[in-house]
């Protein structure tokens, strides 16, 4: 059996068949869920990590109006609330290098792990129900197909076979976990 990207049956099929145009319904993102929160997890922390080491090399900077000393404590706390925008006061930037590196390094920090949390949010809540919306409007009218299970050589024989027996392209519905194969399927004619 030919390997994906080689001139295979596929390949012949396009080039037998009149050119026409399938679709593709669903593609799966290349990381999973899991992964993608893991990996925007990370990212957040190693931004605040980020944040609290620019503060703590530029501890003289800043001003505790408690007690007058910024301690490792003082700095996880006063990058917290930076971040997250609370700024309660209590922990100041006096000096001008200090608010020069809070306006020019931490706001865009602070700005960044704000668009990883709303895109995280969008992601996960929104875009999810949008597309659960659309593919119920899709399987409404999915009546009647034929689904083929993967698009590989044997599912590329039966989708010719299906269709030198009469049933139309479109009415072919194929699913693979091959990006590429699907793509295939769309160029062929059918649904992927």
């Given amino acids: 059996m030919p390997k994906l990207g080689e001139r295979n049956d596929n390949e012949m099929w396009r080039i037998k068949s009149k050119p026409r ?50 301690s490792f404590p003082d700095i996880l706390y006063f990058a917290m609330i930076t971040v ?27 700005i960044f792990i704000w668009f990883i949390f709303l895109g995280t949010a969008y992601e996960f809540v929104v875009q999810r129900i949008i597309e659960d919306f659309r593919m119920s409007r899709i399987q409404k009218h999915l009546q009647g197909h034929i689904v083929l299970c993967g698009f590989g050589h044997s599912g590329f024989i039966a989708a010719q076979e299906t269709v030198a027996k009469g049933h139309p392209c479109e009415r072919i519905v194929v699913i693979d976990q091959s990006e590429e194969r699907i793509r295939l399927a769309a160029e062929a004619g059918f649904i992927g």
């Fill in 84 to 110: 997250t925008t609370v700024g309660y006061g209590d922990i100041v930037p006096v000096s001008h290098t200090a608010r020069l590196i809070d306006a020019f390094a931490v706001t865009p920090i602070r």
């Fill in 21 to 70: 145009q399938g679709r593709v319904l669903h593609v799966r993102s290349g990381m999973s869920a899991e992964q993608t929160l893991a990996l925007r997890v990370g990212l957040v922390i190693v931004l605040i990590a980020l944040v609290i080491a620019v503060f703590w090399f530029d501890r003289d900077g800043l001003k505790d109006q408690i007690d007058g000393h910024v």
